[in-house]
């Protein structure tokens, strides 16, 4: 089993920054997938970022890319995700997940296989 806890969420202004952490503990094998999905209220869950972990590559939503950034730590088996110049519309329920796969490139939730308990994001005007 699996155990994600994840911080960092909170209440910004347009334009702030927040940086989100994922610690992954439990029965982990040397190359799987971290990702970030989100949540917005009568929205579905929607990919942000994944990283393959001991494996370099990244993937982001057209929607984050180049204001978000995923990055990691193989050692310590976690996960940031640093969300800059953010927006009204980043507002929402942040969910980290886990796949024991590689599966870089894919991008459903479906794919992952264990979840954390999410945290709020709200960005007001």
């Known amino acids: 089993q699996v155990q994600l806890v994840e911080s960092g969420g909170g209440l910004v202004q347009a334009g702030d920054s927040l940086r989100l952490s994922c610690a992954a503990s439990?029965?982990?094998?040397?190359?799987?997938?971290m990702g970030w999905f989100r949540q917005a209220p009568g929205k579905d869950r929607e990919f942000v970022a994944s990283t393959v972990m001991n494996g370099g590559r990244t993937d982001y939503s057209d929607s984050v890319k180049g204001r978000f950034t995923i990055s990691r730590d193989n050692v310590k088996n976690t996960v940031f995700l640093q969300m800059n110049s953010l927006k009204p519309d980043d507002t929402a329920v942040y969910y980290c997940a886990l796949s024991r796969f590689n599966i870089g490139g894919y991008y459903g939730a479906h794919q992952y296989n264990y979840w954390g308990q999410g945290t709020q994001v709200t960005v007001s005007s």
């Open positions: 439990g029965r982990i094998f040397s190359t799987y997938t």
